[in-house]
């Protein structure tokens, strides 16, 4: 079993994307955060539905990290209520493991 964990959030603009995620890395809350998109999300807030163009963050990190992020989403996610998703990871390579472990907790 393995501690790591994939948390998503979606995201607005590109750029706030791209920031979010170096400040992720920055303060070591994620070893790696990939950006997909532009993507479609619909989805209904404060009574209305919305379909808006957005950009998926996939957080790799670990489960102490992911408490962390949490807060930090907070403090630098420009959303009212961002999205914030974490998934258990059951295995993968040792070694890529390994690497996501120490980039979190130097």
Request: negative net charge; hydrophobic residues 40%.
């Amino acid at each position: 079993m393995t501690t790591a964990r994939i948390v998503l959030t979606t995201i607005g603009q590109k750029q706030d994307a791209e920031t979010l995620a170096l400040q992720l890395v920055e303060r070591r809350l994620a070893a790696c955060v990939n950006i997909v998109g532009p993507i479609r999300s619909v989805y209904r807030w404060k009574q209305k539905i919305s379909n808006e163009p957005e950009y998926l963050l996939v957080i790799k990190t670990s489960a102490e990290h992911a408490a962390q992020l949490r807060s930090a989403f907070k403090e630098l996610h420009p959303y009212e209520l961002p999205e914030c998703v974490e998934l258990a990871v059951q295995g993968g390579s040792e070694e890529y493991l390994a690497w996501l472990a120490g980039e979190v907790s130097g």
